[in-house]
């Protein structure tokens, strides 16, 4: 009869103690959650983690508690003055398990340790870990019960803040590249020049929400019409931000009149430095017409050839030089080209002609096989061709295009 008095004392003294363990444990994590919902980015306020660690040291009636973050390398402990040793961090990060451990401080210092992994969304992301002075401490499954469910806590924690974070980053995201969208929408021409002996239409439209290609037309009196077509080499905002970079370039260096050689050679020299920094090139190729004359200008840096029909015969106008960004000096030569009536030119991105379908790519040859040799409305031949390559495959870049009939007798 006594000795189960005995044990319904003990009993009732257990429960008495994780009660309050279970008070001292909720309270650790009242204080815990604001420096939580910092991780991990916000690692450097150390003066706030301190009384953070006392109260989980509290919680688990532990004189030394330490948490390492394996993403930040960073390494929070109460008291401050203790300093684990490189070997140390590094078993850390081998932790697999709950365990007790013995550790030795950078002075020599003899700890006895139990440790158990952060675990956030199926991911060891750190650990947590209570220790003492005291040679002979045994920590029991009560310590490590909440040392465990701390760090699950964490864990969780972590997972909710990276979540929120990722949100926040999204959003920032999606507004910088609507902004970038805008910015980009509102350098393409949105409209065609109203010339009576010319008809001009174009198909603009970046693979994403940004991407490297442009175009423009610039006139600067009534004898000449420039037009231009570029590419930048990648896709996403730094492609879309070089891409509306070197349409001003063109355009500014067109209103000054000069020639389409004058002005790739120029836009160059500008820009040279800033893509080889940054491992950017564009193609360009710029057109100029005496509307007068018919005399048709051609400077073309690495990019696709021009495509001019005249009497139902193709001409395709190669590259003279290669991309933008690649020489320091650039050295273009110019293509002249005499234009009749209904002469029809047609200048694409590479969207247009890497198409991939199911045997082949689409090239230059699917292309032209989409153009009707009767077609005269500048409009409908722009939108069978954007049509027609929509369904031969997947558009995986940017596309552009700018067709152009020569309507002067």
């Known amino acids: ?172 995201q999606a507004r910088e590249m609507q902004i970038a969208n805008e910015i980009q929408n509102s350098v393409q021409p949105k409209r065609s020049p109203n010339i009576p002996n010319l008809e001009m239409a174009s198909y603009w439209r970046p693979a994403k929400d940004v991407g490297g290609d442009a175009w423009g037309w610039i006139q600067t009196n009534d004898q000449n019409l420039a037009w231009f077509i570029l590419d930048v080499a990648g896709k996403g905002l730094p492609a879309a931000l070089a891409a509306v970079a070197l349409h001003t370039a063109i355009s500014m260096a067109l209103r000054m009149e000069l020639s389409p050689v004058a002005a790739l050679e120029l836009v160059n020299e500008e820009f040279y430095d800033a893509y080889t920094r940054t491992d950017l090139m564009a193609t360009a190729a710029i057109l100029s017409l005496n509307l007068a004359t018919g005399q048709l200008v051609i400077a073309n840096a690495g990019h696709p050839p021009t495509l001019i029909r005249q009497q139902n015969r193709w001409t395709r106008l190669q590259a003279t030089a290669p991309p933008i960004g690649v020489l320091p000096d650039l050295s273009v030569e110019a293509q002249t080209v005499q234009l009749y009536r209904q002469d029809l030119i047609i200048c694409h991105s590479d969207g247009f002609s890497e198409i991939e379908t199911p045997t082949r790519l689409w090239g230059q040859t699917g292309l032209l096989n989409s153009i009707s040799t009767g077609a005269n409305n500048i409009e409908s031949l722009t939108q069978d061709i954007v049509s027609r390559s929509q369904q031969v495959g997947k558009i995986q870049d940017d596309q552009t295009l700018v067709s152009v009939i020569y309507k002067n007798e």
């Open 1 to 172: 009869m006594t000795s189960l008095t005995n044990q319904a004392k003990q009993i009732e003294k257990l429960e008495h103690e994780l009660e309050e363990m279970t008070i001292a444990l909720s309270h650790a994590w009242d204080q815990l959650v604001p420096f939580l919902q910092d991780l991990p980015e916000d690692t450097t306020r150390a003066q706030d983690v301190i009384p953070i660690l006392q109260a989980i040291s509290v919680a688990a009636d532990a004189e030394i508690v330490g948490i390492y973050l394996f993403e930040t390398n960073a390494w929070y402990n109460v008291p401050d003055n203790i300093e684990p040793s490189q070997a140390f961090l590094d078993k850390l990060k081998r932790i697999t398990k709950e365990q007790s451990i013995q550790i030795q401080s950078l002075k020599g210092q003899d700890i006895r340790g139990a440790i158990t992994p952060i675990v956030s969304e199926g991911e060891i992301i750190g650990v947590l870990g209570i220790g003492s002075y005291d040679k002979n401490r045994l920590f029991t499954a009560v310590d490590f019960r909440i040392i465990n469910q701390m760090a699950q806590r964490v864990g969780s924690q972590i997972a909710v803040s990276h979540l929120a974070q990722l949100r926040e980053r999204e959003i920032v």
